[in-house]
């Protein structure tokens, strides 16, 4: 006698082999979707890079993220954060530029701001000075105004002590700065953790915020006959105005900091910044910045 399943037994097992079917095909498709939601992580040129969401500190990527190196130009964010802490600070304040600054640039072949000796300069428009064109004048000048001492060595000595305890206040153990714009003795270096916390700090200022954003810029000063002139500055940040939601932040070179950028964007809401130390070009520093930031926002 052949016993067979009945009907009723036949569709209870059907429906247990669907269910469990349903189970690991929803199983597979969970594991794609979380596949898909951990994007690779990305391959930089730059031998030093890290990135965190400026909102929670959380970071999203690190490459030799603690490991000192020289900040070309980067340092400009501590110079422009130490003006901008100032007690009473007065931004409309006239600063009359020094022949010593233009010798300055001369004697290093720095990049400049192109200030005119005897012109009358903001506090403002240095600052603009410094950021957009990377004026190592422009840093000269604000360094001498709000360092304290009878000599202008002496103020800027005061002035860059003021950046190194602005570093130490920020809890950072691997930054020093021996100078006011990255052209330093050799003990001038940071590292990508701790020049994006400067940079995040330095972003809690309206000022600071609104010109690191500026792509470019046109400035009336004071002439020393009393007349004025226009000066026009651009910004060195290539990523601005190329990249969606850039807001900054500075770029940096020399011949041993090669290609370094520090960089922040905001998308719906969530604003990820870092850092780029020693790049091999200014090309690749940008395509290290993106590939950071696109990972950033994706985490």
């Not at 691997?174 to 940071?190: A, K, L, P, Q, R």
């Not at 290539?238 to 998308?267: D, E, N, Q």
Request: proline fraction near 2%; charged fraction near 20%; charge should be positive.
């Amino acid at each position: 006698m052949t016993y067979g399943i009945s009907g009723t037994r036949r569709a209870s097992v059907a429906s247990v082999v669907a269910l469990t079917a349903g189970a690991v095909l929803a199983t597979g498709a969970f594991a794609s979707t979380a596949q898909a939601a951990a994007p690779p992580t990305p391959t930089i040129t730059a031998k030093g890079g890290f990135v965190m969401n400026n909102g929670t500190a959380k970071t999203l990527y690190g490459k030799s993220a603690d490991t000192r190196r020289s900040t070309g130009s980067t340092t400009k964010i501590m110079t422009a954060k130490v003006v901008l802490a100032q007690k009473n600070l007065n931004l409309d304040a006239k600063v009359t530029v020094q022949k010593a600054y233009s010798d300055y640039i001369v004697k290093n072949t720095a990049s400049s701001a192109r200030l005119i000796v005897g012109d009358k300069v903001t506090v403002r428009q240095l600052l603009y000075g410094l950021m957009l064109p990377s004026g190592c004048d422009a840093a000269y000048a604000l360094a001498d105004k709000f360092g304290t001492g009878s000599t202008r060595a002496a103020r800027v000595k005061s002035f860059i002590g003021k950046m190194n305890a602005s570093a130490k206040s920020l809890g950072l153990k691997n930054t020093h700065f021996d100078s006011f714009d990255g052209i330093g003795g050799g003990s001038n270096y940071s590292t990508p953790r701790d020049l994006t916390k400067i940079a995040s700090s330095a972003m809690k200022n309206s000022t600071f915020r609104a010109i690191v954003k500026t792509k470019s810029t046109k400035q009336k000063v004071t002439t020393k006959t009393g007349g004025y002139r226009y000066m026009s500055w651009a910004n060195t940040n290539a990523m601005l105005g190329s990249y969606s939601g850039m807001i900054g932040v500075k770029t940096g070179s020399g011949p041993t900091a090669k290609y370094c950028l520090v960089f922040a964007a905001t998308r719906n809401g969530k604003t990820v910044i870092g850092t780029v130390l020693t790049s091999t070009s200014a090309t690749t520093r940008t395509a290290d910045a993106k590939k950071l930031l696109d990972y950033g926002f994706k985490k």
